[in-house]
C-alpha cells in the first residue's frame, strides 16, 4: 500500500474558452471528475471512469484517447474532442560520462526548465524544477542568478516525470503486465530550478498525482523536497504531502547565511530550526536532511563545523556535505577536498551522518546548483552576482 495523504477541499479549475480542449496532465482526481462530468459523463458513472482515464494517463502512459480500450468507441471519440494528454517538450538531451542525463523542456508560453536524471547502482532519482528561474537569489546557486518568470502547472511538474519514464522506457508495454524489476526512476528530489515552497499548491497536486497508487505510485518515502527556509509552509508540507524534507542551510551564523541564502534575513536561522524541531513527520526513521554547500574560506572551518552541530541538537538529521559546483561567473571557490573531510569527520564523530555528495553532470552543467534554462529573463552581470554574494571587493 502506498501511503496518499488527505487533500484538502479541490482548488476549482479556472474557465477555458468554450471549446478549447483541456490538458488532463496534472489534474488531481476529483478536477478530473469534475471535468468528465461536465464534459456530460453521469454522475454515478464517474468515480469509474475517473479510475480508467487514470490509469490509463499514469500507470500505462497511454497519450491517445483511442488507445484507451476498455471505455467506449464513442466515450473515447468525446475525450478526444474535449482533451488532450500533453506533456513539455524536450528540446535538448544530454548524457554526461556519467550517465547522468539532462533535459531541457519547453512548457507554454515558450519557457524552458530544466530537469535532471541521476542512475545509481540501487536507484535513480529525478531532480525536477518546481519555477521557471527562482525568486530567492542564492548567491552560490546558478539558478538564483535567473530572476523568477513563473510558478510551473502541477501539469508541468508532473509532466516532468513522465516525459523521463519516456526516455527510460520504463511504461509497461501494451498487452503486459507492468514491469516488477527494480525501477528506473525510484526517488523524486525537488532541488531543481525554484524555491517548491513558493509553489506550494501545485507541488502539492503534482506529488499527490505521483504518489498515487493506481498511477506512477511513487511512495512519499522516496520523494525529498528540498527548501530555502519558507518557515510557514514547512508543517503544511508534511500534512498535505508527506514527503521527506532537505533544508539549504549552508551556514551557521546569520550573518553569512543573509548572505548566501537572502530568505534568512526573513526566516533567520533560530526561527527556521525551530520550524524543524516542530516537523510533524519528524523521527529517527524520517531525518531532515541539511544541505550544506562547501565554499573555501567562507563556510567551512572547524568552528562552522562545531557550530553546526550545537545548532541542530535534537533533530534527527543527516548533514549532506555538498562539494561547490563552479559555474561561469560563479563569485565562489570549492573548498579543498581535505578541508572538507576534515569538516565532515567532525559532524561524522558528533553522531551524524555526512555524506560527502559526489558531483554528478558537472560536464553537461547538471550538478547540484548549476542548472539553469536557456531562456533566462533578467540575465545578471558577473558584477551583479559579486555585489549580491557581498564580495565585490575581492
Given at each position: 500500500?502506498?501511503?496518499?495523504?488527505?487533500?484538502?477541499?479541490?482548488?476549482?479549475?479556472?474557465?477555458?474558452?468554450?471549446?478549447?480542449?483541456?490538458?488532463?496532465?496534472?489534474?488531481?482526481?476529483?478536477?478530473?471528475?469534475?471535468?468528465?462530468?461536465?464534459?456530460?459523463?453521469?454522475?454515478?458513472?464517474?468515480?469509474?471512469?475517473?479510475?480508467?482515464?487514470?490509469?490509463?494517463?499514469?500507470?500505462?502512459?497511454?497519450?491517445?484517447?483511442?488507445?484507451?480500450?476498455?471505455?467506449?468507441?464513442?466515450?473515447?471519440?468525446?475525450?478526444?474532442?474535449?482533451?488532450?494528454?500533453?506533456?513539455?517538450?524536450?528540446?535538448?538531451?544530454?548524457?554526461?560520462?556519467?550517465?547522468?542525463?539532462?533535459?531541457?523542456?519547453?512548457?507554454?508560453?515558450?519557457?524552458?526548465?530544466?530537469?535532471?536524471?541521476?542512475?545509481?547502482?540501487?536507484?535513480?532519482?529525478?531532480?525536477?524544477?518546481?519555477?521557471?528561474?527562482?525568486?530567492?537569489?542564492?548567491?552560490?546557486?546558478?539558478?538564483?542568478?535567473?530572476?523568477?518568470?513563473?510558478?510551473?502547472?502541477?501539469?508541468e511538474i508532473v509532466g516532468q516525470i513522465m516525459v523521463a519514464r519516456d526516455d527510460l522506457g520504463?511504461?509497461?508495454?501494451?498487452?503486459?503486465?507492468?514491469?516488477?524489476?527494480?525501477?528506473?526512476?525510484?526517488?523524486?528530489?525537488?532541488?531543481?530550478?525554484?524555491?517548491?515552497?513558493?509553489?506550494?499548491?501545485?507541488?502539492?497536486?503534482?506529488?499527490?498525482?505521483?504518489?498515487?497508487?493506481?498511477?506512477?505510485?511513487?511512495?512519499?518515502?522516496?520523494?525529498?523536497?528540498?527548501?530555502?527556509?519558507?518557515?510557514?509552509?514547512?508543517?503544511?508540507?508534511?500534512?498535505?504531502?508527506?514527503?521527506?524534507?532537505?533544508?539549504?542551510?549552508?551556514?551557521?551564523?546569520?550573518?553569512?547565511?543573509?548572505?548566501?541564502?537572502?530568505?534568512?534575513?526573513?526566516?533567520?536561522?533560530?526561527?527556521?530550526?525551530?520550524?524543524?524541531?516542530?516537523?510533524?513527520?519528524?523521527?529517527?526513521?524520517?531525518?531532515?536532511?541539511?544541505?550544506?554547500?562547501?565554499?573555501?574560506?567562507?563556510?567551512?572551518?572547524?568552528?562552522?563545523?562545531?557550530?553546526?552541530?550545537?545548532?541542530?541538537?535534537?533533530?534527527?538529521?543527516?548533514?549532506?556535505?555538498?562539494?561547490?559546483n563552479e559555474w561561469p561567473g560563479a563569485p565562489y571557490r570549492r573548498s579543498p577536498q581535505g578541508?572538507?573531510?576534515?569538516?565532515?569527520?567532525?559532524?561524522?564523530?558528533?553522531?551524524?551522518?555526512?555524506?560527502?555528495?559526489?558531483?554528478?553532470?558537472?560536464?553537461?552543467?547538471?550538478?547540484?546548483?548549476?542548472?539553469?534554462?536557456?531562456?533566462?529573463?533578467?540575465?545578471?552581470?558577473?558584477?551583479?552576482?559579486?555585489?549580491?554574494?557581498?564580495?565585490?571587493?575581492?
Open positions: 500500500m502506498h501511503e496518499v495523504p488527505v487533500k484538502p477541499e479541490v482548488v476549482p479549475l479556472p474557465r477555458v474558452p468554450a471549446g478549447e480542449a483541456r490538458n488532463l496532465v496534472g489534474k488531481t482526481r476529483a478536477q478530473l471528475r469534475e471535468l468528465l462530468i461536465e464534459a456530460g459523463t453521469p454522475e454515478r458513472q464517474a468515480g469509474m471512469r475517473v479510475g480508467q482515464v487514470w490509469q490509463w494517463i499514469y500507470q500505462k502512459g497511454v497519450r491517445d484517447f483511442a488507445l484507451m480500450t476498455n471505455l467506449a468507441k464513442d466515450y473515447r471519440a468525446m475525450l478526444a474532442e474535449r482533451f488532450t494528454i500533453e506533456l513539455p517538450e524536450v528540446v535538448t538531451r544530454q548524457v554526461s560520462q556519467d550517465g547522468t542525463r539532462k533535459y531541457l523542456m519547453r512548457i507554454a508560453g515558450g519557457h524552458e526548465v530544466e530537469t535532471v536524471y541521476i542512475p545509481e547502482q540501487d536507484r535513480g532519482t529525478l531532480c525536477i524544477s518546481s519555477q521557471v528561474g527562482c525568486t530567492l537569489t542564492c548567491s552560490f546557486c546558478h539558478t538564483g542568478t535567473q530572476k523568477l518568470v513563473r510558478n510551473l502547472t502541477p501539469g520504463e511504461w509497461p508495454e501494451p498487452g503486459r503486465a507492468p514491469k516488477n524489476e527494480t525501477r528506473l526512476l525510484s526517488n523524486i528530489v525537488l532541488m531543481g530550478m525554484g524555491e517548491p515552497l513558493y509553489n506550494f499548491e501545485a507541488v502539492r497536486d503534482a506529488m499527490q498525482i505521483a504518489m498515487d497508487g493506481e498511477g506512477i505510485s511513487l511512495s512519499r518515502r522516496r520523494i525529498t523536497l528540498s527548501t530555502s527556509g519558507v518557515v510557514p509552509k514547512i508543517a503544511r508540507t508534511a500534512e498535505e504531502i508527506g514527503c521527506l524534507l532537505a533544508v539549504s542551510f549552508h551556514a551557521t551564523t546569520d550573518a553569512v547565511r543573509d548572505r548566501l541564502v537572502p530568505i534568512n534575513r526573513k526566516w533567520n536561522i533560530e526561527t527556521l530550526l525551530e520550524a524543524l524541531r516542530s516537523y510533524p513527520k519528524l523521527s529517527n526513521s524520517e531525518r531532515i536532511t541539511f544541505e550544506y554547500v562547501m565554499l573555501d574560506g567562507v563556510n567551512d572551518s572547524d568552528e562552522d563545523a562545531r557550530r553546526l552541530v550545537r545548532l541542530i541538537q535534537r533533530i534527527p538529521a543527516k548533514i549532506n556535505l555538498i562539494p561547490f578541508r572538507i573531510r576534515a569538516f565532515a569527520d567532525i559532524i561524522y564523530k558528533a553522531g551524524y551522518a555526512s555524506p560527502i555528495r559526489t558531483p554528478r553532470g558537472e560536464d553537461i552543467m547538471a550538478a547540484c546548483g548549476q542548472l539553469k534554462s536557456a531562456t533566462e529573463r533578467g540575465r545578471k552581470s558577473r558584477r551583479d552576482i559579486a555585489g549580491e554574494a557581498g564580495l565585490s571587493g575581492r
